[in-house]
């Protein structure tokens, strides 16, 4: 959980510098996200972008379209960074994230645009519930309880169990 923490915090501090839309695309930002992503497991990097994005939809729905734009706009840069990294010869194990994580960010990217197409204006619309959300509850003191994962009306504590870095065609419910 405390790796976790470290990662979400770090993403958030990536996200900040990402607010003005060119730092993301520029080779500092593009190493940044990179260097971060390298810096902790697949399983780690995975969940934080999975509770960052959560965050940012449900940011951008309480906020305007124009947040929710800017977040699928976002996700388009990162996925443009990675899909020109996993163009050249890397390890094994970090071409592996990257795959994991691109396919994570089509879904995010998908799901984001379809939101925005369908006018979703509040976090409480069956739209946005039914797609699985990750949460990191800051102030919970237990390490296990920290991230919460929720789709509709079902909520479950994030178990930590790692599966590995196993190969991922589509990402679903």
Do not use: C
Request: net charge negative; aromatic share 10%; no cysteine.
């Amino acid at each position: 959980a405390t790796e976790l923490q470290k990662a979400v915090e770090s993403l958030e501090v990536i996200d900040d510098y990402s607010q003005d839309s060119e730092k993301v695309a520029d080779t500092s930002g593009q190493m940044t996200f990179l260097g971060w992503i390298e810096s902790f497991p697949a399983q780690i990097v995975l969940t934080a972008m999975q509770i960052s994005w959560g965050q940012r939809v449900e940011d951008g729905l309480r906020k305007s379209k124009k947040e929710m734009v800017f977040t699928e706009k976002t996700i388009g840069k990162y996925l443009v960074i990675l899909a020109d990294r996993v163009l050249t010869d890397l390890p094994k194990d970090i071409r592996q994230k990257y795959e994991q994580l691109i396919t994570d960010l089509v879904h995010q990217r998908d799901t984001t645009k379809h939101l925005i197409d369908k006018r979703v204006q509040s976090k409480d619309d069956f739209s946005w519930l039914y797609h699985m959300r990750y949460t990191w509850n800051v102030k919970e003191k237990e390490p296990v309880k920290k991230v919460q994962i929720l789709m509709a009306n079902a909520t479950f504590y994030y178990g930590f169990e790692y599966l590995g870095v196993g190969e991922k065609l589509v990402q679903t419910p």
